[in-house]
């Protein structure tokens, strides 16, 4: 990547030692975050649905992006945190932070479980496999109306104010600010773990799985613990969604929501970060105008864009940043 | 004294073709051992095997003394066990300095750290920058692996397992397709390996073998065919007819 030629005068060691400093770009989305929520005071509700998918598809990252594990059933682990902040919600647990880490926690041990048994396989057998668990997983609670309302919804979620002092308000005003501080800390969670030893060896692992077994790195553990705290991620991304909108659908557990967070990543540009941040964004945005524009066929002009990331900007938008870097630095 | 590496009835077939067929091996501590045999004997596949990234259809293998039959490969690493691969097998979109420090990083067992920054710790950098050093890699450290020569890919293989720090060696074909003089690098190299380590080399370019090793084993069809010092193997008609005579290449 262009970064490594960026600074000519260190010594190797010195330059890798370096390598995890923070640079300004990195600050961008967050200044974005900031800007938007003066500039559009009336869209603060749509701004929060974004963060949520930026923190789904930041976790979607850390599984296919880094560690190169192809799924299509990572909705599974958005829903099952949805649901679970959502019902305990519904019943009178209320309090919002302490729904998030449940949520959060429930999908992790799912991510575990699941993980512990589907990892044994990849490439085409992989994926099914995770479709199937989502597919399973939405015909439970499909057929678990009395708990989570089935086709008609999870309704009658009450949130307590957050910290006991602000009220989630109809402007949305709270909830975008919440939104912004989850994503913060799961932003820094993620950076953190990436470029730390574990996750640099997900990327080993990404690159050449014979090469990382031959010297000595528990494969498999690692790619069921990199499964499972994405999955925990996303639960928590989950329980985000049914507390801001205080409603559950069963579209949460829906391959479409899987497969809708994937083309987001692959938008922005896999295994890079900040792939999440271009991605959902657009995505978003795109769907929002695009749905207006054309209700019906909306999702063919997503379907077309699509088609061109993959064929001429194979690392999504960020990759022809990167590009266009590279040759101004030349 | 118990060798650092012993097979013991070791077989593989891949379905009705028997590609080691009993191989009972011994690896003393501290040798300096060569496997040759014409291409497809199975000598790829014997380090596979003892390796683990290939599971014995019958027999067993030993490292120092202990069964490791039923051991995945990292539990082996963590033995003592490094190899190189016949082809490539590197990182390679990832810097030269990346992929050593993620071998000393494993070897240090920190590799599974999720929360210090992995150039927190510049002793393993330093560590696999050193390697670098002697392998004469310093000056491509901050280039992807992909974008150096294949001939210098080869020596980033070595360089990973020597991160490893391994008590047992084994080197599968370290100098194919190197240019001379990174060939010269690598015997060098090899002949400063420490006294303590064992060290199995493949190869088919007989002068390297014959300046390295002080044992041959030749193996043929997946069998060995005969073992000893080199001058004995070299003077062995059936050697020179099996081996030297049809399957030599440089
Ligand atoms: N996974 C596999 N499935 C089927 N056959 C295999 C497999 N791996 C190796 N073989 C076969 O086993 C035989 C031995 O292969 P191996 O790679 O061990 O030979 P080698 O002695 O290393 O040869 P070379 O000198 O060419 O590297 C070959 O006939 C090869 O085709
Ligand atoms: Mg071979």
Redesign the pocket.
């Known amino acids: 990547m262009f970064l490594y030629r960026a600074a000519p005068t260190l010594s190797p060691v010195e330059y890798m030692v370096r390598s995890h400093r923070l640079r300004w770009p990195e600050l961008l989305p967050w200044l974005a975050i900031l800007a938007a929520f003066f500039a559009f005071p009336s869209y603060l509700a749509l701004g929060a649905q974004v963060m949520i998918m930026v923190l789904f598809a930041l976790s979607l990252d850390l599984v296919l992006g880094y560690a190169g594990i192809v799924t299509l059933g990572h909705s599974a682990f958005f829903g099952v945190g949805a649901y679970t902040a959502g019902i305990l919600a519904a019943h009178g647990w209320g309090e919002p932070i302490s729904g998030l880490v449940v949520g959060g926690a429930v999908a992790g041990a799912v991510g575990l479980v699941t993980g512990l048994i589907i990892l044994r396989t990849r490439g085409l057998t992989l994926l099914m496999l995770t479709l199937a668990v989502v597919s399973m997983l939405g015909e439970a609670a499909n057929k678990a109306g009395w708990l989570t309302g089935g086709a008609d919804g999870l309704q009658g979620i009450t949130l307590d104010p957050l910290l006991g002092l602000f009220h989630f308000d109809l402007f949305g005003r709270t909830a975008y600010v919440y939104c912004a501080l989850v994503l913060l800390a799961g932003w820094m969670f993620v950076r953190r773990l990436v470029h730390a030893p574990f996750g640099r060896s997900l990327t080993g692992m990404r690159e050449n799985t014979a090469r990382m077994h031959a010297i000595g790195a528990p494969v498999r553990q690692r790619l069921v613990t990199v499964y499972a705290i994405a999955a925990a991620l996303a639960g928590v991304a989950g329980a985000l969604q049914a507390q801001t909108t205080q409603f559950v659908g069963l579209n949460v557990l829906s391959f479409e929501l899987s497969g809708a967070v994937l083309i987001m990543l692959i938008f922005g540009g896999v295994g890079r970060l900040y792939g999440a941040f271009v991605g959902a964004p657009i995505y978003m945005v795109a769907q929002d105008a695009l749905s207006r524009l054309d209700p019906e066929y909306w999702f063919f002009w997503v379907g077309l864009l699509l088609v061109v990331t993959v064929m001429f900007a194979r690392g999504g938008i960020l990759g022809v940043v990167d590009q266009i870097r590279r040759k101004v630095m030349r | 004294m118990t060798s650092a590496l012993e097979t013991r009835g070791l077989r593989k077939s891949?379905?009705a073709?028997v590609?080691?067929s009993g191989v009972d091996f011994r690896l003393a501590p501290g040798a300096r051992h060569a496997l040759i045999?014409?291409?497809?004997?199975?000598?790829?596949?014997?380090?596979?095997l003892i390796t683990g990234r290939?599971t014995p259809s019958a027999g067993s293998i030993h490292l120092a003394g202990e069964d490791v039959t039923a051991l995945p490969q990292s539990a082996r690493v963590k033995r003592g066990l490094g190899r190189t691969f016949?082809i490539n097998t590197l990182f390679s979109n990832l810097t030269v300095l990346e992929n050593v420090t993620m071998a000393v990083s494993e070897r240090l067992g920190r590799g599974g750290d999720k929360f210090r920054f992995a150039g927190s710790r510049r002793d393993i950098v330093e560590e696999a920058y050193e390697l670098l050093i002697r392998l004469r890699l310093a000056e491509d450290a901050l280039r992807p692996v992909r974008e150096i020569a294949y001939g210098r890919q080869r020596l980033v293989e070595m360089a990973i397992a020597l991160g490893l720090k391994p008590r047992v060696l084994l080197l599968?074909?370290p100098a194919a397709g190197v240019p001379s003089a990174e060939t010269a690098v690598i015997l060098e190299v090899m002949e400063a390996l420490p006294a303590d380590m064992a060290v199995l080399i493949?190869e088919?370019d007989m002068d390297l073998v014959l300046r390295f090793a002080k044992t041959i084993t030749v193996?043929v069809r997946?069998a060995v065919l005969t073992e000893g010092a080199p001058a004995e193997i070299l003077a062995d008609p059936r050697v020179r007819e099996i081996y030297l005579g049809e399957?030599h290449h440089g």
């Open positions: 891949f379905g073709m590609v080691t045999g014409p291409n497809g004997a199975g000598k790829t596949t014997f380090i596979n290939l016949q599968d074909e493949i088919h193996l997946g399957g």
